[in-house]
């Protein structure tokens, strides 16, 4: 249940935060908004870390196999990026609900086909149908009468 409800404050986090990147974004520039989200995610990682994970070395972080798995702040990057974008331009609604669509796709594939080390599951229809409600679902919500 702990799981749940954490995935559920992730998800509204991630709305929260693109609505107040988006705002920095339009007072100051994308890249400025960028690294300052980023920025500000890092000091606050290194507090955390010094406070409650010091015994961790970042020299671990060498020892991390397959090397891509390293290329995650990259990726933040690009999210944040993406993000303000879209929600700039399609408004926070819409541009969250097509960014679930694609994270659900992704996500089935990466599961379907076992890439980056996850677990590989069979095919099943009743996935590939939830996937198809959740997306009709978005659709509706957004429906213009």
């Given at each position: 249940?702990?799981?749940?409800l954490?995935?559920?404050?992730s998800?509204?986090?991630?709305?929260?935060?693109?609505?107040?990147n988006?705002?920095?974004?339009?007072?100051?520039?994308?890249?400025?908004?960028?690294?300052?989200?980023?920025l500000?995610?890092?000091?606050?990682c290194?507090v955390?870390?010094?406070?409650?994970?010091?015994?961790?070395?970042?020299?671990?972080?060498?020892?991390?196999?397959?090397?891509?798995f390293?290329?995650?702040?990259i990726?933040?990057?690009?999210?944040?990026?993406?993000?303000?974008?879209?929600?700039?331009?399609?408004?926070?609604?819409?541009?969250?609900?097509?960014?679930?669509?694609?994270?659900?796709?992704?996500?089935?594939?990466?599961?379907?086909?076992?890439?980056?080390?996850?677990?590989?599951?069979?095919f099943?229809?009743s996935?590939v149908?939830?996937?198809?409600?959740?997306?009709?679902?978005?659709?509706?919500?957004?429906?213009?009468?």
């Open positions: 249940m702990i799981s749940i954490i995935a559920f404050l998800g509204a986090l991630m709305s929260i935060q693109g609505v107040f988006t705002g920095v974004t339009k007072q100051t520039s994308l890249w400025v908004a960028n690294s300052f989200v980023q500000t995610g890092f000091l606050l290194l955390i870390w010094a406070v409650k994970e010091r015994d961790h070395s970042f020299l671990t972080l060498m020892k991390v196999e397959p090397k891509y390293l290329l995650g702040g990726l933040g990057a690009g999210i944040t990026m993406t993000v303000i974008q879209s929600m700039n331009n399609l408004g926070p609604a819409k541009a969250v609900m097509l960014i679930v669509i694609s994270q659900i796709i992704i996500a089935y594939l990466i599961e379907l086909f076992g890439l980056f080390g996850a677990e590989k599951v069979p099943q229809w996935k149908f939830g996937a198809a409600v959740t997306i009709v679902g978005i659709v509706i919500f957004k429906w213009k009468t």
